[in-house]
């Protein structure tokens, strides 16, 4: 029974406008929880640091990332422009205004080059099967996988994304839940196609 | 609130949601560091927080807390800095405003990267703007700087 999934979701916490509740993540279906799980995976706060490229994606639209940021060889941006440079340790205030470089109390980061984790574009099974593969998800175990969705600073920044960004759609103890619902039944993978 | 900057403590009084730029211009009168876009869009206002390059204008004064800050004034005490002195050399400037952030990007470059390739130093610089296409020069005084602080040593 593995019980090995992952998620270097890098973006997904609180709340603005009220998630809607997935009706998913209401069913013991194990597939259809993990359909919630790919809405959240696959919503502009967590695909916007999991692209299929080296390159970032922004905004609510995910468009590449301006000045042409790189993912770099620890994830942390290219040598000389790191995340930091821009990204502090929170949302600037919302005074402010838009389209400021949003922050987290940790570290604003990609997954690294070794284990890319892409998000963008990648269909039900294959998403499924990578969050697994702990050759692929940076060596986590289930219980590490589920510290990352339910604590990880970063992946909470997701829900309180600051001034001019949308939160995930799905309520944070709803993606949990669903999340747990998925692996609590050995997180099996939906059908190809 | 304590702030050290280029190695003196100074005591500010400013609001916590200041930006840091402001609080080095208006409230320190240290203008070399420039404002240019306000957003962390074009790096002209990049300092250093322990040592690492950082857009000065969106982060509130609040959030330096004990790091220490390094402006172009603070780079070297009498523009001898590798990269000031490659800067002169190569004749790198034209009107000069988004320099000092461009200096202060490309010092945190070879602080951290002594030997970088050419497209090393395009992506570390990517996010400094310069308005009048200094960029080849740019490019050739960072390799000229990184030339200069391999023989120093």
Same mark, same amino acid.
């Given at each position: 029974m593995?019980?090995?999934?992952l998620l ?5 916490t ?7 509740? +997935?009706p ?5 279906d #194990?597939i259809?929880?993990f359909?919630?799980v ?8 967590c695909?916007?640091c999991? #692209?299929a490229?080296?390159?970032?994606l922004q905004?609510?639209?995910?468009? +590449?990332h301006q000045?042409f940021?790189?993912r ?5 941006g ?5 995340? +930091?440079?821009?990204?502090g340790?929170a949302?600037?205030?919302a005074?402010?205004?838009?389209h400021?470089p949003p922050?987290v109390s ?11 984790m ?7 099974r294959?998403l499924c099967?990578q969050l697994?593969?702990?050759?692929q ?8 996988l589920?510290?990352?969705v339910?604590?990880d #600073? ?7 994304p600051?001034?001019?960004r949308?939160p995930?759609?799905v309520a944070h103890?709803?993606f949990v ?5 998925w692996?609590?039944?050995g997180a ?6 | 609130?304590k702030?050290?900057?280029n ?5 500010? @009084?400013?609001?916590? @949601? ?6 080095l211009?208006d409230?320190?009168?240290m203008t070399g ?8 869009q074009?790096?002209a206002?990049t300092v250093?927080l322990?040592?690492?390059a950082?857009?000065s204008c ?5 959030s330096?807390g ?12 009498d523009?001898t ?9 190569v @004749?790198v400037v034209q009107?000069g405003?988004?320099?000092p952030?461009?200096i202060?990007?490309?010092?945190a470059?070879l602080a951290?990267h002594?030997?970088?390739t050419?497209?090393?130093? @395009? ?6 703007i310069?308005r009048c296409?200094?960029?080849?020069r740019?490019r050739?005084?960072v390799r ?5 602080r391999?023989a120093?040593r």
């Amino acid at each position: 029974m593995r019980r090995l999934l992952l998620l270097a979701l890098v973006a997904c916490t609180h709340a603005e406008p009220a998630p809607t509740p +997935a009706p998913e993540a209401k069913s013991a279906d #194990p597939i259809a929880s993990f359909a919630t799980v790919k809405t959240v995976l696959q919503s502009p706060r967590c695909v916007n640091c999991h #692209p299929a490229g080296d390159q970032p994606l922004q905004g609510d639209d995910g468009h +590449a990332h301006q000045q042409f940021v790189q993912r770099g060889p620890e994830g942390r941006g290219a040598i000389g422009l790191a995340c +930091a440079t821009c990204h502090g340790k929170a949302n600037p205030p919302a005074s402010y205004g838009l389209h400021m470089p949003p922050g987290v109390s940790t570290e604003w980061r990609l997954p690294p080059p070794e284990h890319r984790m892409v998000f963008a574009g990648v269909a039900a099974r294959a998403l499924c099967e990578q969050l697994k593969d702990v050759r692929q998800n940076g060596g986590k175990d289930s219980a590490a996988l589920l510290h990352h969705v339910s604590e990880d #600073p970063l992946v909470l920044w997701g829900w309180s994304p600051g001034t001019g960004r949308k939160p995930v759609p799905v309520a944070h103890a709803d993606f949990v839940k669903a999340w747990k619902s998925w692996t609590d039944a050995g997180a099996p993978c939906p059908p190809q196609g | 609130m304590k702030l050290n900057v280029n190695g003196t403590v100074h005591e500010v @009084d400013a609001p916590e @949601d200041m930006p840091l730029l402001w609080v080095l211009r208006d409230v320190l009168g240290m203008t070399g560091t420039k404002f240019g876009c306000g957003m962390a869009q074009c790096g002209a206002c990049t300092v250093h927080l322990d040592g690492q390059a950082t857009r000065s204008c969106v982060l509130p004064v609040s959030s330096v807390g004990s790091r220490m800050v390094t402006t172009i004034e603070g780079l070297s005490p009498d523009g001898t800095h590798p990269v000031q002195k490659a800067w002169a050399e190569v @004749d790198v400037v034209q009107c000069g405003y988004c320099q000092p952030g461009q200096i202060m990007s490309a010092a945190a470059l070879l602080a951290h990267h002594p030997n970088p390739t050419d497209a090393e130093i @395009d992506l570390a610089l990517a996010g400094n703007i310069c308005r009048c296409g200094a960029y080849q020069r740019i490019r050739e005084a960072v390799r000229a700087a990184a030339t200069q602080r391999r023989a120093d040593r």
